[in-house]
């Protein structure tokens, strides 16, 4: 939902570039940080503002990003930058979009869609700023160890900011400035409109520099400023593969330290990745390699790990999930699942209920209570409360055309190996005897047995395995008995 739009009258995220270092099929600003697009990051650091308007201006792979925009933020206006390149012609573009109805006044913030570590409150303190000291531009700026590539903020005797130099456009002493343009800015609108009227491509890049606009500022009498942040990855942009892990691991880091200090217990926070869209209960204890992605939730108390990979699973308090890989998945209170365990979609584990080792599960709803220990598959199933599954047991769904249901009712006991043939309904209290086939109904308080005779033939081996360990072994087993019936033949019992 977008918040009661009380701030800058409009923020504009600039997108349009190629990103040709990520070598990628995907737009660069579609690529993922902490489960979330990059730009998906920088629209929620604009929104956070509040602004009247949001910009965003495409032009490289537009209607792939406009797309994802419709997904992630399908109020954002989407502008198309033209053949003119630059930065400045890209502010342009979205100013005239804005301005069609009624001229923008207030304030107009500039950002990038691929500096996802930008925080909505660095750019609220930007705005801040920018308002109290009614600036004509305010710039957000970094000191870093190495500015190569970066535009240069010059500043006067005074320290007053005077312009920005492009490092293309440099001379020998700017280049060792190190305090840098972020490209992220608050702009007096009127001061900008103005401004990018008279911005020319007259440099080493042929492109309309946003950046010349300080310079135009201050010469026609606008107070010209600078925000500096010592928190350099917030002004950070992914240009290639490998900035993007740099900053999805910084994100990471942040993520994690955030929800210890919310009173998360994170045994190893190297190993452990958590979404930005996750939440946490205090008291939730995370287990060495475990990673949290999408929705997923886990409420006080849960433990989850190790080796654990959850994306939209809730889980609720007092839960374990060990070495288990999940989607979609609800588990209830002080239920159990893991360890070797594989939750599909659609899966609903009762509180205190129980999913053990080696099980598969999908599109499956588990009553209070019930386990499903060890070995076997359960989809498109219910199953009632304080039912026990027995070893091996599995709940063939799939005719080889259709799937079908099976329903298993409450206190329902089923012996080893037992396969439901779906469609097929099992009664309240009813039991299975082990390798039971279950093909029909079997009604409340039922033993079900599907009884195939048992047959011994006696010294088999003897006579076909002569000469092997197990025909010797035989041999001194039998050696004093004297049985003398070849064969035997007999029911099972459950
Ligand atoms: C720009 C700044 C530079 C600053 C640096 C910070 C200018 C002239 N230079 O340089 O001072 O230090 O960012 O990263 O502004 N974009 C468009 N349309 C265009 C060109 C760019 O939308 O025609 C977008 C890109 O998608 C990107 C952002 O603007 O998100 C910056 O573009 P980029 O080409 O990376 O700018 P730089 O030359 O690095
Ligand atoms: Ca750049």
Redesign the pocket.
């Known amino acids: 939902m977008i918040p009661e739009n009380t701030g800058p009258a409009a923020v504009i995220v600039?997108?349009?570039?190629a990103g040709t270092r990520m070598k990628s099929r995907t737009p660069k600003i579609l690529h993922e940080i902490g489960g979330r697009s990059m730009v998906g990051h920088a629209l929620l650091a604009a929104r956070s503002v509040n602004p009247r308007q949001l910009a965003i201006?495409v032009?490289h792979e537009r209607d792939l990003v406009a797309r994802h925009l419709a997904d992630v933020d399908p109020a954002a206006v989407i502008v198309d930058?033209d053949d003119i390149?630059?930065?400045?012609?890209?502010v342009e573009v979205a100013l005239q979009a804005l301005d069609a109805d009624q001229h923008l006044t207030g304030t107009v913030v500039v950002t990038?869609?691929?500096v996802p570590l930008l925080s909505g409150e660095l750019l609220a303190e930007l705005v801040a700023t920018h308002e109290r000291e009614a600036n004509a531009v305010t710039v957000l700026t970094a000191v870093l160890d190495d500015a190569t590539?970066?535009?240069r903020i010059l500043r006067g005797e005074d320290g007053t900011v005077t312009g920005?130099r492009?490092h293309k456009d440099s001379s020998e002493a700017e280049r060792l400035i190190r305090e840098?343009?972020?490209?992220i800015y608050a702009f007096d609108a009127a001061v900008l409109r103005d401004a990018l009227a008279h911005v020319t491509t007259d440099n080493s890049q042929g492109?309309k520099?946003?950046?010349d606009v300080l310079g135009l500022a201050r010469e026609s009498g606008g107070r010209v400023a600078a925000v500096v942040t010592a928190d350099r990855w917030q002004v950070e942009?992914a240009n290639d593969r490998v900035q993007l892990s740099a900053l999805g691991a910084e994100l990471n880091r942040r993520t994690v330290e955030a929800w210890m200090r919310a009173g998360v217990t994170v045994v190893d926070p190297a190993t452990t990745w958590i979404d930005s869209s996750v939440t946490l209960d205090e008291d939730v204890r995370i287990l060495p390699n475990t990673q949290l992605h999408g929705t997923t939730t886990v409420a006080r108390d849960a433990v989850v790990g190790p080796d654990t990979t959850l994306t939209d699973v809730t889980i609720g308090e007092g839960a374990t999930v060990t070495r288990t890989h999940g989607s979609g998945a609800v588990i209830g209170a002080r239920a159990a699942v893991g360890p070797f365990t594989y939750l599909r979609p659609g899966t609903v584990l009762g509180e205190a209920g129980k999913i053990g080792a080696f099980y598969e599960t999908k599109n499956v709803t588990i009553g209070r209570g019930s386990k499903l220990s060890h070995l076997g598959y359960a989809g498109d199933a219910e199953i009632g409360e304080d039912t026990n599954i027995g070893c091996g047991n599995i709940t063939a769904n799939y005719d080889g055309e259709k799937k079908h249901r099976t329903v298993i009712g409450s206190g329902v006991r089923t012996g080893s190996n037992t396969v439901f043939v779906a469609p097929v309904t099992v009664g309240d209290g009813a039991y299975s005897g082990a390798g039971a086939v279950i093909r029909k109904d079997v009604p409340a308080g039922a033993l079900v047995l599907t009884v195939a005779a048992q047959r011994n033939t006696e010294g088999w081996v003897a006579a076909n395995r002569p000469g092997t360990r197990s025909a010797e072994l035989a041999q001194a087993a039998t050696k004093d008995s004297s049985s003398t019936p070849a064969s035997t033949e007999e029911g099972n019992q459950p």
């Open positions: 600039l997108a349009a570039g201006v032009r930058q390149p630059g930065t400045g012609r890209a990038y869609g691929d590539g970066y535009g920005i492009e840098v343009n972020s490209g492109e520099y946003l950046t942009g």
